[in-house]
């Protein structure tokens, strides 16, 4: 079943503030909340709806955030993957195409805390090459 413009704008608010009650949500779509919580529940049953989460603010947010692109060796992408699921700085890891096979995002607290993970990730078995960029800020954020 798709989504249709109900869905739509539900899934709108929530993007917004996924914090809104069912009640404050069924105001604002003038549904009734009974509606509303089918709705959603089946968004999360469909998968259109995977779950919710908490941004942390600059306040609380590591410092530092960069991004190391790897080029790696034919084969090896699974255990270069293990590795990095296990560096806590590495927050997010994209396969690509291209010049670089893999790119990974990554948070620190401090310059010698992000220098530790990047050594970490170049030492791994597999990694023939790595880059990496340090955020300066963030123009846009759409997440």
Avoid at 20 to 49: F, M, P, Y
Avoid at 121 to 130: F, N, P
Wanted: proline content about 3%; overall charge positive; some cysteine.
């Amino acid at each position: 079943m798709q989504n249709d413009e109900t869905d739509t704008a539900l899934l709108t608010l929530l993007t917004e503030n996924a914090r809104l009650s069912v009640t404050a949500l069924a105001r604002k779509l003038g549904l009734a909340r009974t509606t509303v919580q089918a709705r959603i529940d089946r968004l999360e049953t469909n998968g259109t709806i995977a779950g919710y989460t908490l941004r942390l603010g600059r306040k609380s947010a590591p410092r530092l955030k960069a991004t190391a692109l790897l080029s790696i060796e034919p084969r090896s992408g699974p255990a270069v993957l293990a590795r990095l699921k296990s560096l806590p700085n590495v927050v997010r890891v994209h396969t690509t195409s291209g010049r670089f096979d893999m790119i990974v995002e990554l948070c620190a607290r401090s310059t010698e805390e992000l220098d530790d993970t990047l050594d970490r990730i170049g030492d791994a078995k597999g990694v023939k090459s790595s880059e990496s960029l340090i955020q300066l800020s963030t123009k846009i954020d759409r997440s």
